[in-house]
């Protein structure tokens, strides 16, 4: 059954850097688009980024030349590089694909951005 593990969460100062992995299994990821979500508390699920099979890329603004997502197909692997970190960053961060018509979600890696 399709899988999604996150890993790579932490607690971190503002302007630091953090790099977030997801690691797939269950579906062929390489034909998939994959994509970094979050939830901060008290706030609604929003979407960070995604990658699509070939590599396009989107950037909700807030994070834009600050974040950058990856994908390693032989690993079954995709990545959130993510620096000059901000507090309003804090959230838990999940990975999503869609496959065969149905969302499949992570359970999540908690980021905090704090002194």
Not at 20 to 46: D, I
Not at 55 to 62: N, Q, V
């Amino acid at each position: 059954q399709v899988q999604l593990v996150e890993s790579g969460g932490g607690l971190v100062q503002p302007g630091g850097s953090l790099r977030l992995s997801c690691a797939a299994s269950g579906f062929t990821f390489s034909n998939h688009v994959m994509s970094w979500y979050r939830q901060a508390p008290g706030k609604e699920r929003e979407l960070v980024a995604d990658i699509g099979r070939v590599g396009r890329t989107y950037y909700t603004d807030s994070v834009k030349g600050r974040f950058t997502i990856s994908r390693d197909n032989a690993k079954n692997t995709m990545y959130l590089q993510m620096n000059t970190l901000k507090p309003e960053d804090t959230a838990v961060y999940y990975c999503k694909v869609t496959y065969d018509g149905m969302d499949y979600w992570g359970k999540g890696t908690l980021v905090t951005v704090s002194v």
